[in-house]
């Protein structure tokens, strides 16, 4: 089965914005790790390990996981629900928000034509 002409540009894209992140000097987030910021940051909240867990379709361990390097990068944060303190809340941090930000902005880059990069980047 040979893949359509879109198929072999969003894997290109996506291998494009792969390599411009391995040799960026941000920190090289698993897939796992990605999925759930981006879950943090563009799902309506409020997000616990569990919830994340379920939209994600992995185990709970598998998100603990996720969140410690990410609480580590200061990506996220973890808060006891003050409610019920048996609850802990996952949340954005700027340095999470920022770190994505740019990664949009990568790619949108690199998902603009070969022929119109130079134009955006006189204009930057």
Request: glycine content about 8%.
């Given at each position: ?50 919830g994340l867990a379920a939209a994600l379709n992995v185990g709970k361990p ?18 006891r629900d003050p409610k019920d303190g048996r609850n802990v809340f996952v ?15 990568t790619i949108v880059g690199d998902a603009t034509p070969a022929a119109a ?8």
């Amino acid at each position: 089965m040979e893949l359509g002409q879109t198929h072999v540009e969003a894997l290109d894209l996506w291998r494009r914005v792969t390599v411009t992140t391995v040799r960026s000097d941000a920190p090289d987030l698993t897939a796992r790790q990605l999925a759930v910021l981006m879950t943090v940051r563009l799902q309506p909240g409020p997000h616990t390990v569990r919830g994340l867990a379920a939209a994600l379709n992995v185990g709970k361990p598998a998100i603990t996981r996720a969140l410690d390097t990410l609480g580590r990068l200061g990506f996220v944060q973890r808060r006891r629900d003050p409610k019920d303190g048996r609850n802990v809340f996952v949340e954005r941090t700027e340095k999470g928000d920022a770190f994505l930000e740019q990664l949009g902005q990568t790619i949108v880059g690199d998902a603009t034509p070969a022929a119109a990069r130079p134009l955006l980047q006189a204009v930057s």
